[in-house]
C-alpha cells in the first residue's frame, strides 16, 4: 500500500515561516515539504541544511510554476496576502496563509471570487486558536449543550511586553492591534456564538508604556465591545504590555454555565513554592502557547487538500473577521460607536 | 480602666440588616447595639430575642429622638437614603448608609452639603469591598508600586441566577443592573486608579434569561467601558445570570503587573476530585464573599466615630460613584457614549 | 430578656493566648472575659489595657479560688496541662485547653478519670483544625457520602522556616515534630476516617537545615505511615523548613473521590501575575490559616458550658491523638515499626 | 543534502506499541519504519494499512535477522524484556525497550553486561517521564540551584479505576502496583536527587476496591517510604482507584523551596462553571498526560542512535529502579522494612 501525497513549499521563512516549515518536514502526514520561497538568502539555507528541502526560491512566481508542487503555505506580509491567494489559485495550488486575510475589505472579498472560480482548490486562512485543543473542546462543549445557550465571549489577547516595541514599527502593516491581535478572538467569538451578524461596535484604547503608537492612531491596550444582531455579545481586550508572559484567554457565558479556555497562561504543569509564594510560568508567547494548534491546523489542510477531510472554516470566515476588526479600529480611532448596516 | 463605647441603632432588618445587627451587637469593639427599627414586628422581635435589644421602633423619627442613640446603620432602600441621612445628621448622629448613597445626583450633593454642616458627625457610605482583606491587600501593593503605574481596571459582578427573579420586581427601585451591583465595581476602579476624573462611558447588554427586564429598561447582563480624562480606563461586566455562584472579580493591570482579586470565587479550601473532574464550590452571594469584610467595614465606622481612626473612604467618593452609575445606565439605555461635561 | 453569660478566665497569655482572650473578650457571644493569669507582668498589662480585664493573677491558685470563674482557658506550656486541668475541674470550672492533652499518656487517663468525676462540666483539648469551615465541609461531605467510603488520609503540617530556629530549643518540651505538629493530623485522619483503632505505625525523618535537632533525637522534616486495623490508611508529612508559609493539607481518599483541604495555602484572594510568573502568597503561619477557626472553636466551648450545645470532640480523642503521636516519635527515633499492642 | 536516517522496528502492538509506531512514522526525524513484529494478526495489518509498514513478522528471531533493521522498539510483556534486549544485541541492533527493565534482579545485570559488550549500541529502558517537558523543566531548575539542596521527594502514581479490573488480572505479571506504577517514582526520586543510594523502605497499602488483588499479594493503594544512605528520603502513592483520572504527581522539597509538577491533571486548559462549581477535567489515562514525552523519548534515542545525541539516562538506572522495586514488593508484602545489604 502507498499512502498518498501533497507535495508543499512554504513561502516565507520567518520565525513562523519556519515552524510551519518544520511541521511540514516531519510531522503532518502526508506532506512532503519540497520547496521553499523567501527574499532572505540565510533562510533558504536554513532549510536546505536543516530539513533538506531541495528547491530553494527567492522569486514567488517562479515557485508557482513548478508543477510539482501542489499547495503552498503563504507566511508573508499581510499586504500581500491577497494577491499571492489569487495567484496561487490560478497556479491551481491549494493555499493556507495566515491571519487576516487582509487589512482590505475588497480584497478579501476578490478573494472569496477567485477561490468560488476554482472549488477543487483548498483554501484556509490560519486561525490557529480553533485547532487548539482546549478552543476544540470548548466548542464541542457547547455544542453539545453543556453551558445551556451561549450569550457573551469575553477574549483578549495580552502579549508579554517587548521593551524594544518591535511592534511599534511593524503597527503600520499590521493594522494595529485589533487587526493584528483581536482578529483571533473576533473569530473565536464569531465561531463559539454561531456566526451572528455584527450589529455595532464601540473600542477605546490606551498607550500605557509605548507612547510612540500615538502616532500611528495606534494603542498598546484596546478594549473592544460588540453587539451581534441576535442580542448576543462579545467584549475584546487586546494587550502588548503584560509583565507575565502571553496569555490568551476566552470565556463563553451560557445561560447554564460559562467556559474559560486559557486562565493563568501555564507553561507548563511545574509549580514553584518559594519566597515569592506558590507561582507557575507563563507562556512567554504564542509560538509556545500555539505550538500543537500550528500542527494540526496543518494536518487538517493538508488532508483536506488530499480529499482525506473538510476544512472547519470557510474564507467568508476570515472576511468578516476583518470586516469587524475594520470597524474595531474605526471605532476606536473616532471614539465613537461604529454601525455595521 | 474603662473603654469608651459607641450606641448605636440599626435601621431597617432585612438580610443585611441582620447581619449589621449581629456584628454590632457581637464582635465589634465598642458598639453598644442599644436599638433597633424596622416597619416589620417580626424583625423587631427577631432582634429582642436574639441579641437581647431592648429598643425597638417602627419609627424612624422615635429613634431619632432619643439621645443616647449616638449612631444609626441604615440598611434601608435606596430611595429613602438621602432623607434619612439628613435626618440623623439633623439630629445629631453619626450616619453608616449602604450603598448606594442614592440613585440622584441632585440629594447626593445634598447629603454632601448637609454633612459639611456637622464635621464631628462621621458619614460612611457602605463600599464594603473596600474593607476586604483581599482588596485591602491589593491596594496596598498597588500603593507600593508592585505592578507599576496602573492603567487599566477589569472588574465584575456577577450573581447566582436566581430563577425566580427577585431583581425583576426590584428593578424599578433598585436602578437597573449598573446602579445596583457596578457601582461596586465603579468605586473600586476609582480607588485602584487613584480617583480619576471620569471622560467617557460606553455601556450595553443583554437580556440571557430574564426578558421581563425589557420593561424596566433594564439588563441580566451588562458590559460597559469607562475613559478616565488621565488615559486610564475600566471596563466593567454585570450579570444577573450565573450558574456557579456569586463571583467578583477585579483585575488591575499596571505597567510592570497585574493583580487579580477574587478569581475563581472559591466558598472555602475544599477542592473535589471526582467524576466530574477536579473542582471547586464558589460562593452563593455576596454575603457568603464578603461576610468579614461588612465586619471591618463596621469596625472601621465605630472606631472613626469614636476618634480612634479616620474614615478610608468620603462621601464625594459615594457621589462620584452615583454618578458614573447614572451616565452607565444612560449609555446602555441610549445606546450610545455618554460623555461627562 | 437577658442572654445567660459564662465567666471566663485566660490561663497563659502568650501569642496564642492573647489570641484566645481577644476572641472571649469580643467575639464570643455569651463569653465574659473576667481574668486573666500569667507569670508575665508585662502580658497582664496588656490584658487590664487593651482588653480592659480587670482581674490579673500571676498565681494559678489563686485564680481558681474566685468563685465567680466558671471557665478557664489554658494556653500554657504542655507539661503543665494535666495537673492544671485536674485542678480546675475540681475546683468546679470548665476545661478548655490547647493541644497536646500531654505527652505522656498516664496523664491524659488521670484527666480523663477526673472529667469523669465532673460529668456537668465540659472539657475540651483545642484541635482547632475541627473548627476551620474547610475541614468542617470535609467532614460533612464525606459523612454525606460524596467520595463514598474514605479508605486513605494523606495530611502534612508544613511550618515557614523559622531562620531562628526558635522550635529547636523547644524541642524537648514540644516532644518533637510528631507530637508537636502532627497530632493536629493525627486528630483528622481519624476524624475523618470515623474513629478506627490504631494498628502500626512506621516513622523516619531527616534534618534538611536544622542539624541541631540531632541532639533532642528529633527532625526538621517528618514522615510517618499508619495502619488501622479496618484497613485504612494514613501518611503524614511534618516539616519546619518551607520557604513559602506554612501549609496545612489534607486529602481524604475514598472510593469514589477524593477531598483536598487546604492546597495552595493562599493567603487571600489576591493573584498577582508580573516576571514570576502568576503566584499567590501564602499563609505565614498557623495563626493566619486557622484565626477564624480558633474563633469557633471557642464559640462551641461557651456554648457547650452555657448549656446550649454539645462538644464535638471528646476528651479521649486527646488520649488516642497523644497515643498514636508517642508511638510515631518512637518509630522514627528507632527506626522501625511499632504495633500498637 | 541527504539527512541520515534509522531503519526502526516495532515490537508489540498494543495500545502502547502502536503508538510508539505512528510517532516513528510520523513524527521521528531520521526515523524510518521498516517493520513490525507481533504474534496478532490483526495489529500487523493495522500498520500496513494504517502507517504503511511493509514487513510485518510474528516471529521475533525472524525481524532480528533483517540486517536492514537497526534499531527496535520492544512494547512486550515485561517477562521477555531481558531476553529479547540481549537477542537484539547480539544481532547488533540498538535497543528501546518498555519499563520495567525486569522483575528480576539477575535479569537486568545479564543485560548491563551484555550492553557493556556492545559499546556502539545504545539500549534505552523507557521511563518516559523523564522526558516529559514540565519534568524537565524542575530537573533544569533543581540543577540551577531555584530550590537549594533537595532532601524530600514525593511522588505518586494515581490510575483511574478501571471498573473491570484488568489490571487484577495482569498483576501477577506486571510485578505488582510498586513495580508497575511505583517504578516510575522510583526512578524520578533518584534523578531529581541525584541518584543516592537506597538505605532502607518501608512500604503497606491496602485494597479499596479490587479485593481480588489480596490473592496476589497486591494492593490498589500502596504506601512507601524510602531513605538513602546520603539522609535525602523519598515517600510514594500508588493507587488503581481515582474517580478523576490518571494523576502523576511529583514534589522535590529543597532548603529553598518546592517545585510540584502534575498537580490538578488537567486535561487541558479549559475550566468550566457551572452547578458543580468551578472545575477542570483531568487527564484520564497516562497516555494522554504523557503524549508528548513519549514523542521525545523516542526521538533521543533515534538521535543518540544516529551519533546525533547522548542518551540522558542509563541501563543501571533501570537496574536500580527495579532493585527498589522489588524491596518495596518485599516489605509490603511482609509488613517490614527492608534493608539495602
Redo the contacts between chains.
Keep these: 500500500?502507498?499512502?498518498s501525497t501533497l507535495n508543499v513549499a512554504v513561502v516565507g521563512l520567518g520565525r513562523l515561516g519556519q515552524r510551519h516549515a518544520e511541521n511540514l518536514?516531519?510531522?503532518v502526514?502526508g506532506a512532503n515539504l519540497v520547496a521553499v520561497c523567501s527574499p532572505v538568502e540565510k533562510e533558504l539555507e536554513w532549510a536546505?541544511?536543516t530539513l533538506?528541502v531541495q528547491q530553494c526560491y527567492a522569486d514567488y512566481a517562479a515557485l508557482l510554476a513548478r508543477p510539482e508542487v501542489q499547495a503552498v503555505f503563504l507566511v508573508t506580509p499581510t499586504s500581500l496576502h491577497a494577491q499571492q491567494i489569487i495567484a496561487a489559485l490560478k497556479a491551481g495550488k491549494h493555499v493556507f496563509c495566515e491571519k487576516p486575510l487582509s487589512l482590505n475589505l475588497e480584497d478579501c472579498l476578490l478573494v472569496e471570487q477567485e477561490a468560488a472560480r476554482h472549488p477543487h482548490l483548498k483554501v484556509m486562512i490560519g486561525f490557529v486558536r480553533r485547532f487548539?485543543?482546549?478552543y476544540r473542546?470548548?466548542a464541542r462543549?457547547i455544542r453539545e449543550g453543556?453551558?445551556g445557550?451561549p450569550?457573551?465571549i469575553?477574549s483578549q489577547t495580552m502579549d508579554q511586553n517587548d521593551p524594544d516595541g518591535f511592534f511599534v514599527r511593524f503597527s503600520a502593516s499590521s493594522g494595529g492591534i485589533f487587526l493584528d491581535c483581536s482578529v483571533h478572538d473576533v473569530d473565536l467569538a464569531r465561531w463559539l456564538l454561531g456566526n451572528p451578524k455584527p450589529r455595532?461596535v464601540?473600542a477605546?484604547?490606551?498607550?500605557?508604556?509605548h507612547a510612540a503608537l500615538d502616532e500611528f492612531k495606534d494603542v498598546d491596550?484596546g478594549?473592544a465591545?460588540l453587539?451581534f444582531s441576535d442580542?448576543?455579545?462579545a467584549?475584546f481586550?487586546a494587550?502588548r504590555?503584560?509583565?507575565?508572559?502571553h496569555?490568551t484567554l476566552t470565556e463563553t457565558?451560557g445561560?447554564?454555565?460559562?467556559?474559560?479556555?486559557?486562565?493563568?497562561?501555564?507553561?507548563?504543569?511545574?509549580?514553584?513554592?518559594?519566597?515569592?509564594?506558590?507561582?507557575?510560568?507563563?507562556t512567554p508567547d504564542f509560538f509556545s502557547r500555539f505550538a500543537d494548534a500550528f500542527l494540526l491546523e496543518a494536518r487538517e489542510f493538508v488532508d483536506a487538500a488530499l480529499g482525506r477531510g473538510e476544512l472547519s472554516l470557510s474564507l467568508n470566515d476570515a472576511t468578516e473577521a476583518t470586516r469587524i476588526g475594520l470597524a474595531m479600529t474605526q471605532a476606536m480611532r473616532e471614539?465613537?460607536?461604529v454601525d455595521f448596516d
Design positions: 500500500m502507498t499512502l518536514a516531519q510531522r502526514p536546505r541544511n533538506g487548539d485543543a482546549s473542546d470548548a462543549k453543556l453551558i445557550k450569550y457573551l469575553r455595532r464601540f477605546t484604547g490606551t498607550n500605557a508604556i491596550n478594549i465591545t453587539e442580542g448576543s455579545m467584549t481586550m494587550s504590555t503584560m509583565a507575565h508572559g496569555e457565558f445561560t447554564q454555565g460559562r467556559l474559560t479556555v486559557g486562565a493563568g497562561a501555564n507553561l507548563n504543569r511545574v509549580e514553584i513554592a518559594d519566597r515569592h509564594g506558590i507561582r507557575h510560568e507563563c471614539r465613537r460607536v
